[in-house]
């Protein structure tokens, strides 16, 4: 069962080293890294270069547009194993990552999508919420999670099988992740797993959050949409 892990990177240079070395251990042979890079201006693609010249494993991509769901989707497009893991760029995965959550996937046959928890640390990984699952209240469930999203792109993998289903990711969803977790929710396919993965790193850099600080009438307008992209998205696959 063959890798890809689809990272997203933007200005990045500060916490990148560790997040591709915590990822590249884990990798075999035949796995990738499939970076999309949305136009940074600092560091950044000068390490990821430098990784490149030193494993062909990892794979460079720019996106074409600018934002964060288009930068991921244009990194999972460019993917090509059974299984693509999502990453930001400035977490650091725990060693047994890859490993737990394909054992689950050799497991669960009928499931494309999978989410563990996660420990969110600040800049020197002190812990600041132990797990993501108890402070969002995270479930499976479409309803719930168009009411409250509970989805977390860092923490999801999802079979390739999911790619026509989520691809492309509509402009006026609020995140990649809510999009694809609700996709994979109504296809019955989605499972959340109790392991914590990931330290998930927030800083002042940090581009998205662990809370919804948006106003109540985009919370109404984004729900409504979603709501008509899934009705939609449930048409075009059966």
């Known amino acids: 069962m063959k890798v890809s892990v689809a990272m997203a990177t933007y200005n990045g240079e500060k916490y990148l080293e560790q997040q591709i070395d915590s990822i590249l251990m884990q990798l075999g042979k035949e796995d990738e890294l499939i970076i999309s890079d ?5 560091q950044t693609l000068t390490i990821i270069k430098r990784y490149m010249k030193d494993d062909t494993r990892v794979k460079l991509f720019l996106n074409e547009e600018k934002g964060v769901t288009s930068n ?6 460019r993917t090509q194993n059974e299984i693509i893991f999502l990453s930001d760029q ?18 669960n046959h009928s499931i494309q ?33 168009i009411i409250k999203n ?39 396919a989605a499972l959340l797993i109790p392991e914590k993965l990931i330290y998930y790193r927030r800083h002042d850099a940090t581009v998205t959050s662990v809370e919804n600080t948006s106003s109540l009438k985009e919370k109404i307008l984004w729900r409504f949409q979603i709501s008509s992209l899934l009705l939609k998205a449930l048409i075009k696959n059966n």
């Open 38 to 42: 949305d136009h940074s201006n600092d």
């Open 72 to 77: 991921f989707e244009n990194a999972i497009k």
């Open 90 to 107: 400035d977490d650091i995965w725990k060693p047994e990552k890859v490993k737990t959550v394909k054992d689950y996937y050799q497991k």
């Open 113 to 145: 999508m999978i989410m563990s928890d996660i420990t969110v640390v600040d800049n020197q990984l002190n812990t600041t919420i132990d797990s993501f699952y108890a402070f969002r209240g995270s479930r499976a469930g479409v309803l719930k999670n």
């Open 150 to 188: 509970s989805y977390i792109g860092c923490a999801m993998s999802f079979r390739k099988e999911l790619k026509p289903k989520i691809l492309p990711i509509p402009r006026n969803v609020p995140m990649h992740d809510m999009w694809i977790g609700l996709v994979a929710d109504m296809n019955k």
